[in-house]
């Protein structure tokens, strides 16, 4: 059973364009909502993170929106490049629980030059 | 410095062999975990340890038997290969207060 829905499976963008990956949970207890970033042939690797008290988080080219009440979040990839061609997975744990992460089933994003 | 390291990168192996994926992480955390990423690339959690101590075992095979000589080391033993075991295995691990997890760069097995 799948706790955290990602969509969509894989998307195009053009060079400078914005990438939008949503993800919704249904498990209220979940406190902790990172996203991860994978390359091929590597581990997945913390790219930014946001707890449920915040709406919004924002690191570089890199934007979490988070909607509690709708059990939503998104991350927005602004002027996307090319090293951003990677899979990305949103996910969700428990900070006071099991501390168990669970990942949605990831994006793959495909930044055409 | 890897953070968390496994060896071997690459294992291919015969049906019914016996196998052991090894993990060792220098950041000083307390909890590990071994993460199991299939052909679709999902990732699900098989196993977790805080310092030595089982403390999450998904509904994972007899055959993978988990196990921590310390806190910076978790190793992942498993008996009689089969051919749906053939996967990408990821050791990760998290530190008190910090919230993110941090992962290796993946075991990628192939069973024959």
């Known amino acids: 059973q799948q706790q955290v829905k990602q969509s969509p499976q894989s998307l195009i963008v053009q060079k400078g364009g914005i990438s939008i990956i949503n993800c919704a949970y249904e498990?209220?207890?979940?406190?902790?909502f990172p996203w991860y970033q994978q390359f091929p042939g590597k581990g997945p690797a913390l790219l930014i993170a946001i707890r449920p008290d915040v709406s919004e988080k924002k690191e570089g080219r890199f934007t979490i929106s988070f909607n509690k009440s709708a059990k939503q979040f998104s991350l927005h990839i602004m002027d996307s490049q090319p090293g951003d061609s990677a899979t990305y997975f949103c996910?969700?744990?428990?900070?006071?629980?099991?501390?168990?992460?669970?990942f949605g089933a990831g994006t793959t994003v495909t930044v055409r030059a | 410095d890897t953070a968390v390291s496994q060896t071997p990168k690459y294992l291919v192996t015969q049906m019914g062999n016996d196998k052991s994926i090894k993990c060792e992480q220098n950041l000083g955390h307390d909890t590990m975990y071994w993460y199991k990423q299939d052909s679709k690339k999902f990732l699900k959690i098989m196993f977790s340890y805080n310092n030595k101590e089982l403390i999450i075992n998904e509904t994972v095979p007899n055959r993978f038997s988990p196990k921590s000589p310390d806190k910076a080391h978790l190793n992942l033993h498993i008996n009689s290969l089969e051919l749906g075991d053939s996967a990408v295995y990821f050791c990760?691990?998290?530190?008190?207060?910090?919230?993110?997890?941090?992962f290796g760069s993946g075991t990628r097995l192939t069973v024959v």
């Open positions: 990760a691990s998290t530190g008190t207060g910090n919230y993110g997890y941090t």
């Open positions: 996910a969700a744990l428990q900070v006071l629980g099991d501390y168990k992460l669970s």
């Open positions: 498990n209220t207890a979940f406190d902790y």
